[in-house]
C-alpha cells in the first residue's frame, strides 16, 4: 500500500535533483575552464580582434594563389576519400563481429548447435574482442591518432588518412553492429525454411534491409571526413588544413578567408553528393 507513494515521490523528487546536480556541474565547470566573454570588450581585446577581421577582408584571389591551392584542395579531397574506405574496410567487419545475432546467436546459428561449448565459447571471446576493438579506435580522437601516425610514417597526407580511417572505423564498426542487430528476422526465417544457407540468408534477407542505413551513415561520416581532413592538416597531416596553419602563423588572414571559403564549398559539394546518393536508395 505504501510503495505507491514512494514511487510517485522518488519521480517527483527527481527532477529537483538532477536540475540542481546540473547547475553545480555547470557552475564549476565555468569557473575551471575559465570562461571570460569579457575579454573581447577589452581594449587589447577588441584591437586583436578587430585586427583579425579587418585582416580577413578582401579575400587572396590572386590567380597564383588560387593555383597553388589546387593541389591542397584535391589532396583534401584525397584524404577524406581515402580515409572512409579505410574506415568501411575496418568497420564492416568488425561491425559484423560486434554482432551477437551474427556472431554467435541467432537465427544463424540455431541449426548448428545447442548449448555453450568450445566453438561457441570462441565465437563469444571474437565477439568482445571485436567490440573492444571498435571502442579502442573511437574512443582515441582523430587529432591524437593524427599525432600518433605523423611520427610514425612522416608528415603529409598519409597519416591523415590512416587518422581518419581507424578514428572513423571504430565509429561506422559501432553503428553498423546497431544497424545489422535491428533487423527483422522474418524475412530471415522465411528464407531459411527454404533450405538456404548462411550466405544466402545474409545476402538476400539480410543485407538489403540493412543497405539503406550502412549507406546513409557512410556518407554522413565522409562529409565529417571532408572537415575532419582539413582539422588534421593542422598537425602537418597535408590538404587546406596545413595551408590554414601557414597562413595564421604568417598572419595572412586574408589568405584564410580564401581557404575557408574553399573548405565552405568542399563541405556543401559532399552534402549534395550525399543527398543525391541517398536519393537513389
Same mark, same amino acid.
Not at 22 to 41: H, N, T
Not at 102 to 114: A, D, M, N, T, W
Given at each position: 500500500?505504501?510503495? @505507491?507513494?514512494? %514511487?510517485?515521490?522518488?519521480?517527483? $523528487?527527481?527532477?529537483?535533483?538532477?536540475?540542481?546536480?546540473?547547475?553545480?556541474?555547470?557552475?564549476?565547470?565555468?569557473?575551471?575552464?575559465?570562461?571570460?566573454?569579457?575579454?573581447?570588450?577589452?581594449?587589447?581585446?577588441?584591437?586583436?580582434?578587430?585586427?583579425?577581421?579587418?585582416? !580577413?577582408?578582401?579575400?587572396?584571389?590572386?590567380?597564383?594563389?588560387?593555383?597553388?591551392?589546387?593541389?591542397?584542395?584535391?589532396? @583534401?579531397?584525397? $584524404?577524406?576519400?581515402?580515409? @572512409?574506405?579505410?574506415?568501411?574496410?575496418?568497420?564492416?567487419? #568488425?561491425?559484423? #563481429?560486434? *554482432?551477437? *545475432? /551474427?556472431? /554467435?546467436?541467432?537465427?544463424?546459428?540455431?541449426?548448428?548447435? &545447442?548449448?555453450?561449448?568450445?566453438?561457441?565459447?570462441?565465437?563469444?571471446?571474437?565477439?568482445?574482442?571485436?567490440?573492444?576493438?571498435?571502442?579502442?579506435?573511437?574512443?582515441?580522437?582523430?587529432?591524437?591518432?593524427?599525432? !600518433?601516425?605523423?611520427?610514425?610514417?612522416?608528415?603529409?597526407?598519409?597519416?591523415?588518412v590512416l587518422a581518419i580511417g581507424v578514428a572513423y572505423g571504430g565509429m561506422l564498426g559501432k553503428v553498423y553492429s546497431e544497424i545489422f542487430e535491428s533487423v527483422n528476422e522474418r524475412p530471415l526465417e522465411a528464407i531459411?525454411? %527454404?533450405?538456404?544457407? &548462411?550466405?544466402?540468408?545474409?545476402?538476400?534477407?539480410? /543485407?538489403?534491409?540493412?543497405?539503406?542505413?550502412? @549507406?546513409?551513415? *557512410?556518407?554522413?561520416?565522409?562529409?565529417?571526413?571532408?572537415r575532419t581532413s582539413a582539422i588534421l592538416g593542422l598537425v602537418g597531416a597535408g590538404g587546406i588544413g596545413q595551408q590554414i596553419e601557414i597562413s595564421i602563423r604568417m598572419f595572412n588572414f586574408h589568405e584564410v578567408t %580564401?581557404?575557408?571559403? $574553399?573548405? /565552405?564549398?568542399?563541405?556543401?559539394?559532399?552534402?549534395?553528393?550525399?543527398?543525391?546518393?541517398?536519393?537513389?536508395?
Amino acid at each position: 500500500m505504501n510503495s @505507491t507513494p514512494r %514511487t510517485l515521490g522518488s519521480r517527483s $523528487i527527481f527532477p529537483y535533483v538532477f536540475g540542481g546536480l546540473f547547475l553545480l556541474v555547470l557552475a564549476d565547470s565555468w569557473r575551471r575552464a575559465e570562461v571570460d566573454p569579457g575579454i573581447f570588450f577589452e581594449a587589447e581585446g577588441r584591437e586583436h580582434l578587430w585586427r583579425f577581421v579587418t585582416g !580577413m577582408y578582401p579575400p587572396e584571389l590572386s590567380w597564383d594563389f588560387l593555383e597553388l591551392m589546387v593541389r591542397p584542395t584535391l589532396e @583534401t579531397i584525397q $584524404i577524406s576519400v581515402m580515409g @572512409t574506405l579505410i574506415a568501411v574496410l575496418i568497420g564492416f567487419p #568488425l561491425g559484423l #563481429l560486434a *554482432t551477437s *545475432t /551474427f556472431s /554467435f546467436q541467432g537465427i544463424l546459428h540455431e541449426s548448428e548447435y &545447442r548449448g555453450f561449448g568450445p566453438r561457441h565459447a570462441f565465437k563469444v571471446c571474437l565477439y568482445g574482442l571485436a567490440r573492444g576493438l571498435l571502442s579502442l579506435f573511437r574512443c582515441i580522437p582523430e587529432f591524437v591518432w593524427a599525432f !600518433m601516425f605523423v611520427r610514425a610514417v612522416g608528415l603529409g597526407p598519409f597519416p591523415g588518412v590512416l587518422a581518419i580511417g581507424v578514428a572513423y572505423g571504430g565509429m561506422l564498426g559501432k553503428v553498423y553492429s546497431e544497424i545489422f542487430e535491428s533487423v527483422n528476422e522474418r524475412p530471415l526465417e522465411a528464407i531459411q525454411s %527454404t533450405g538456404a544457407g &548462411r550466405l544466402q540468408i545474409f545476402f538476400y534477407g539480410w /543485407f538489403p534491409q540493412v543497405l539503406p542505413n550502412i @549507406t546513409s551513415y *557512410t556518407l554522413y561520416r565522409w562529409e565529417c571526413a571532408v572537415r575532419t581532413s582539413a582539422i588534421l592538416g593542422l598537425v602537418g597531416a597535408g590538404g587546406i588544413g596545413q595551408q590554414i596553419e601557414i597562413s595564421i602563423r604568417m598572419f595572412n588572414f586574408h589568405e584564410v578567408t %580564401t581557404l575557408l571559403i $574553399i573548405l /565552405f564549398s568542399l563541405v556543401a559539394g559532399a552534402d549534395y553528393v550525399s543527398a543525391k546518393v541517398r536519393s537513389l536508395l
